[in-house]
């Protein structure tokens, strides 16, 4: 059969994300069939029309890796854009439309309704390979884990029953806008999440369980994006020390297999061995993001955080004395938050010398989280909420606009310390350091 796989992100702020998804799709279908990728971020929609009628595809899947940009002080949805996108589709062949995606799989039967897609994979884009022997087959698809109809509301997402096979492309026309924007590739090291954050949906769309990729495998395939001229390459699991002696060993083996390109990844502040972050750098580690959230335990432990402060600034430390670049990423205003608690983080925050401070004032709400459930309890939203459309959690002690005012007031005249993602203006100045020949996040250049 013949598919055509369509990556609908035209996000690029703060920088064009390569879509590593459907690499693996195309690794599960292939070679039984014939598979197309298609990148919204660098073709147009009479490109699109030109591929459709030239390649005639059987079926058509669009990847929506996210439904808006999680930003209150510049916010941004994305639903208008892929319903044009499903009509242009529709309207130029007669295939099928299967939906997936990081962001499909969080509002399925919303989105499947609103888009009138045939069918819908929630998950792991590995599941498309038993929706196409059904169709193959002439039979029904309903009941196959993780296939999504009309007809029929998800189970929840199941992990495919297979190892995931990416399909890395050397030849592929939307390689190209990647190099030539910032040379930034990523990977893949593990599924699965074993963490309980509040509001984090990972777990449903990977499920708890951790499953680990062969550290020599992962090595190939990062001199694979090496060679094919990628100059940096981020980390994509959902915390790359989720297991520690698993990322030691992954990065042990891009040293062996002669990797020589920079690269980062996201990390939790757990405890870790004195020469962990040693090591990672002398595996060319050279950017740290931390997901840290608060500074106030009070706020970590409502949180569902696996640390507390100390356990913060040890990592940072460790971080920084290893020489890496490092950042944190805050997420104020969540359960338990309060004037007192927000004052904690910004006392303490000064102790993240040498770094860059992500600070985003706001929680988004998604369904199957514990925070949808407390919000429930709380009576902010009721069982009939649309949740498509973005809706964030406040604290009943301090509203989110009283802690955007003390936050930006704090942040005056501090160039690191970045309140939400930036905005445009950061945007147009990312480009215009890439086409100047920069790679990599660039955020390392605000580090004070």
Sequence with gaps: MRVLLISANTLTVPYPVYPIGLDYVAGALTP????????????????????????????????????????????????????????????????????????????????????????????????????????????????????????RDPDPAVPATRGPRRQF???????DFYLRHGGMLNLQTKRGCPFRCIYCT????????????????????????????????????????????????????????????????????????????????????????????????????????PFHRQWILDAHEQARNAGLRIAHYFLLGGPEETAETLETTLSHIDKLKKSVLFLFCGMRIYPRTPLYDRALEEGLIGPEKDLLTPFYYESPAISRDAIITRVKDKAEGRVNWVVGSGGDEAGELVKRMYRKGYTGPLWEFLIR
């Design 202 to 305: 990972y777990p449903h769309i990977e499920g708890r369980r951790m499953r680990l990729m062969d550290p020599s495998s992962v090595a190939d395939t990062a001199k694979a994006l090496e060679d094919a001229g990628a100059r940096y390459f981020f980390i994509v699991d959902s915390a790359f020390n989720a297991d520690i002696e698993h990322s030691l060993d992954v990065a042990e083996q891009f040293r062996n297999r002669g990797v020589s390109i920079p690269w980062g990844a996201f990390l939790a502040p757990l405890r870790m061995p004195g020469t962990y972050f040693e090591t990672l750098a002398r595996c060319g580690l050279t950017h740290v993001e931390f997901g840290t959230e608060s500074l106030s335990d009070r706020v970590l432990r409502a949180y569902g955080k």
């Design 169 to 175: 492309d050397n030849r592929s026309v939307h390689l």
């Design 32 to 151: 039984a069939h014939e598979v197309r990728i298609l990148d919204m971020n660098c073709a147009g929609f009479e490109d699109l029309k030109s591929v459709i009628d030239e390649f005639l595809p059987e079926l058509v899947g669009i990847s929506l890796r996210n439904i808006d940009n999680t930003d209150t002080t510049d916010p941004q949805e994305f639903m208008e854009g892929y319903r044009r996108l499903a009509e242009t589709v529709r309207t130029h062949c007669r295939a099928p439309i299967v939906l997936g995606g990081a962001g499909f799989s969080i509002f399925p039967e919303k989105i499947l309704d609103t888009l009138a897609a045939d069918y819908g994979i929630v998950g792991e884009g590995d599941h498309m390979v038993a929706l196409l022997d059904a169709l193959a087959a002439g039979v029904s698809a309903a009941g196959l884990p993780g296939v999504v109809t009309p007809e």
